[in-house]
């Protein structure tokens, strides 16, 4: 029974996901309500999808009871109560987790060859091909609402960051973080510190192509972004920085180690590191006490993505999420 259930939920994950990137949702919405629920053309023809896929993705999504439809199976609807859920312009946390099934489903065959002995040492983040943008979306929804408002002043270093100092963000992806704490207009962020000057390093070109779009969008002169392995930064950096902060990214790295003694080297003599990492226990049985079914999420996000990138070097460290 509980294989047929996982088997059942992982379906309705995917279809989620698959309704949420075509933006279903919203067109749903949009055209439909619980007093004039929405014929399936109506929504199709809203939200530009083939009626034929749009119908067929709400029944997957009614059956599964994440939407409703009417006896004639041919009108749906969400409940008002839950619309927020699925259209707020920042995700629901869930719905945001749900992005992920496709970007670990899509590299199944990949990971069944690196589990094997002779297989290859990990994957590289070529392999995931939307995962920066899915990230992104991910960082928005679990750090945006806390990040200047609760996370900075824990750290002691509101007030620095006022004044103006020189801040470093390990692991910056697509520049969510380092953008958003250098905003000035306030009409996009109501809280910042444009008098602060901020860097950001990735791995990848990808990830810096897009950190480097979303400043351009955001007109910010005081955020830059650079191509650096945390490993190994701008052997000019030495004591640069007033403080470095890594978010969600230290579990990623191939040499971890080898990260800490640079943001070390990098961090001027009475800096600040700060690092926000997984809630966890380093302990399966404590995790399935602590968290519950919701503990599963964090070791797939380890099988599938986290464990692999960060073995994919000889004289990796990382031992896993």
């Given at each position: 029974m509980i294989l047929k259930t996982a088997a059942v939920q992982a379906n309705i994950a995917l279809g989620i996901a698959l309704?949420?990137?075509t933006n279903l949702f919203k067109a749903l919405a949009s055209v439909g309500s619980e007093s004039a629920p929405a014929h399936y053309s109506e929504v199709a023809k809203y939200g530009n999808l083939k009626?034929?896929?749009?119908?067929?993705?709400l029944a997957l999504l009614a059956c599964s009871d994440i939407i409703e439809v009417t006896p004639?199976?041919?009108?749906?609807?969400?409940?008002?109560?839950?619309?927020?859920v699925f259209t707020s312009e920042i995700k629901d946390k869930s719905l945001a987790f749900s992005t992920f099934i496709p970007l670990h489903a899509a590299v199944f065959d990949n990971i069944a060859e690196v589990m094997k002995c002779e297989g290859p040492l990990g994957m590289d983040y070529s392999n995931y091909g939307s995962f920066y943008g899915i990230m992104d979306q991910f960082s928005i929804v679990i750090h945006k609402k806390h990040l200047v408002p609760d996370l900075i002043p824990m750290t002691g270093m509101k007030e620095k960051l006022i004044e103006g100092i020189e801040f470093l963000d390990v692991g910056c992806g697509s520049g969510f973080h380092a953008c958003e704490?250098?905003?000035f207009n306030l009409s996009i962020v109501s809280q910042a510190f444009p008098k602060s000057h901020f860097s950001g390093i990735d791995l990848t070109d990808s990830a810096i192509l897009k950190a480097n779009e979303r400043k351009a969008q955001m007109l910010l002169p005081n955020v830059e972004f650079f191509q650096q392995n945390a490993k190994s930064m701008n052997s000019e950096w030495n004591?640069?920085?007033?403080?470095?902060?890594?978010f969600d990214a230290c579990h990623d790295q191939c040499r971890p180690d080898l990260a800490i003694k640079e943001i070390h080297r990098v961090l001027k003599p009475g800096g600040i590191f700060a690092m926000v990492e997984i809630d966890g226990t380093s302990n399966v049985h404590q995790d399935k006490l602590t968290f519950g079914p919701a503990a599963c999420a964090f070791?797939?996000?380890s099988v599938f993505h986290c464990l692999a990138v960060g073995s994919n070097s000889e004289g990796k460290k990382l031992e896993g999420r």
């Open positions: 309704a949420d990137r009626p034929r896929y749009t119908k067929e993705l004639d199976g041919d009108h749906f609807y969400i409940k008002d109560a839950a619309k927020e704490l250098g905003c004591n640069k920085f007033d403080m470095v902060m890594i070791y797939s996000a």
